[in-house]
């Protein structure tokens, strides 16, 4: 158990609805980052957030939005979705800002109908 | 260019043998991380070890190891005494810094170990 948590752990709809997913990072975690893996893209780094704040962004299609909260939760809202959309959805928690290491939550898997 | 190649999609291997899992990659970022990850069947990625750009010493945790070669830009992932619970994908990733100090991690496409009794 690496201490990230993801809700929920799987998640259908259908095309054009809108999902939140949500992570919560390990105890002490300040940075929250949140990746994409699908068959054909493989795991694609989509955002990073350090302490509330947006520090990067990867490969997020402007369909989703991301934020993280005071109490360091973070939530990664996806919009109009699509059957591409599909995939396993990571958060992933750092100490740092610089993310030696990264733990990753169960992930979340979304299925679009 | 693919900033992580794992040329091999699969590799065999029976059970306590050892297996090493290749990885290159290509950064022109003098301060970067290279790591490894185990994801089982059952989904999760689990975090193997970490190797700093400018750690003088392989990474060892247990019964993983990294061959860090820096000249030749490879990081391949050594297994010692393959167990059965080894089987899984495998994924060498970067992390690369920033200007604007912050980091961002690339994966490879990923090694599918399989260990066999």
């Known amino acids: 158990d690496s201490g990230v948590t993801q809700t929920p752990k799987h998640l259908i709809t259908a095309t054009g609805q809108r999902v939140t997913l949500r992570c919560s990072p390990r105890?002490?975690?300040?940075?929250v980052y949140w990746y994409q893996q699908s068959l054909d893209q493989g795991l694609q780094f989509l955002i990073q957030?350090?302490?509330?704040?947006?520090?990067a962004k990867g490969n997020i299609l402007e369909r989703f939005s991301a934020q993280q909260f005071p109490d360091l939760h973070s939530e990664l809202n996806l919009s109009s979705l699509e059957l591409g959309d599909s995939a396993l959805y990571f958060c992933?928690?750092?100490?740092?800002?610089?993310?030696?290491?990264?733990?990753f939550g169960p992930g979340t898997r979304l299925l679009v109908l | 260019a693919q900033k992580i190649t794992q040329t091999q999609p699969g590799m065999f291997v029976q059970e306590k043998e050892a297996v090493t899992l290749d990885c290159t990659y290509d950064?022109?970022?003098?301060?970067?991380?290279l790591f490894w990850y185990k994801q089982p069947s059952s989904g999760e990625m689990i975090f193997l070890i970490y190797?700093?750009?400018?750690?003088?010493q392989n990474a060892t945790e247990g019964r993983y190891s990294l061959n860090f070669q820096k000249a030749r830009k490879s990081a391949n992932l050594v297994i010692s005494a393959s167990q059965l619970g080894d089987s899984a994908m495998y994924f060498c990733?970067?992390?690369?810094?920033?200007?604007?100090?912050?980091?961002?991690?690339?994966f490879g496409k990923g090694t599918m170990l399989l260990v066999s009794p």
């Open positions: 950064t022109s970022d003098p301060s970067y991380g």
């Open positions: 957030y350090y302490n509330g704040e947006e520090r």
């Open positions: 105890s002490g975690d300040l940075s």
């Open positions: 990733a970067m992390r690369e810094s920033t200007n604007s100090g912050y980091s961002t991690l690339t």
């Open positions: 992933a928690s750092s100490v740092d800002l610089t993310g030696t290491t990264q733990y």
């Open positions: 190797q700093g750009s400018y750690d003088q």
